[in-house]
T-cell receptor
Framework: DVKVTQSSRYLVKRTGEKVFLECVQDMDHENMFWYRQDPGLGLRLIYFSYDVKMKEKGDIPEGYSVSREKKERFSLILESASTNQTSMYLC??????????FGSGTRLTVV | QQQVKQSPQSLIVQKGGISIINCAYENTAFDYFPWYQQFPGKGPALLIAIRPDVSEKKEGRFTISFNKSAKQFSLHIMDSQPGDSATYFCAASNFNKFYFGSGTKLNVKP
């Protein structure tokens, strides 16, 4: 089974802090994605990557950046955390155009 | 603008009943329509998916009905069980970019 591992289940950070969310997949997938999940809004795409060192903006990239230095690892960076970035963050990977596998999520609270 | 609209937001069904969740989309370029199931504290997991060249797909108690002309698709859960209580997301994709509905929280009462 494909495993997508997000390093933290719960995080509490202070406003203005730089926050790193890490995601690792173990199946050599080309594509990786970061979503945030908020009640009533579903899943919204923040950034995605089709290959190492490649990144593309999703629908809500403002306030975020990403890094993909190795194929298996995709990091989401909150440059200066704000309270409106309190959310559940989900990482996903896929080998092709179909079939996402999601991680278990990181619930981030910014105080 | 939400690419995929999902309803209802929440649903309560008695054990043994049929749960029906509906989704609508606008972009005719979408070519893959999956449903995801999410339990509390877990990430979404692929439940069942359909491509637009078929009108129905069934896997066990789960069926997707797809109406290409109406640009609508729905998930039917037959003989709903308390273990089916979860949040369900529909999605539509084109060229590896997925758009998700807002989710339906299903509660199946014993």
């Amino acid at each position: 089974d494909v495993k997508v591992t997000q390093s933290s289940r719960y995080l509490v950070k202070r406003t203005g802090e730089k926050v790193f969310l890490e995601c690792v997949q173990d199946m050599d997938h080309e594509n990786m994605f970061w979503y945030r999940q908020d009640p009533g809004l579903g899943l919204r795409l923040i950034y995605f990557s089709y290959d190492v060192k490649m990144k593309e903006k999703g629908d809500i990239p403002e306030g975020y950046s990403v890094s993909r230095e190795k194929k298996e690892r995709f990091s989401l960076i909150l440059e200066s955390a704000s309270t409106n970035q309190t959310s559940m963050y989900l990482c996903a990977s896929s080998p092709s155009s179909y079939g996402y596998t999601f991680g278990s999520g990181t619930r981030l609270t910014v105080v | 603008q939400q690419q995929v609209k999902q309803s209802p937001q929440s649903l309560i069904v008695q054990k043994g009943g049929i749960s029906i969740i509906n989704c609508a989309y606008e972009n005719t370029a979408f070519d893959y329509f999956p449903w995801y199931q999410q339990f509390p504290g877990k990430g979404p997991a692929l439940l069942i998916a359909i491509r637009p060249d078929v009108s129905e797909k069934k896997e066990g108690r789960f069926t997707i009905s797809f109406n290409k002309s109406a640009k609508q698709f729905s998930l039917h859960i037959m003989d709903s069980q308390p273990g089916d209580s979860a949040t369900y997301f529909c999605a539509a994709s084109n060229f590896n970019k997925f758009y998700f509905g807002s989710g339906t929280k299903l509660n199946v009462k014993p």
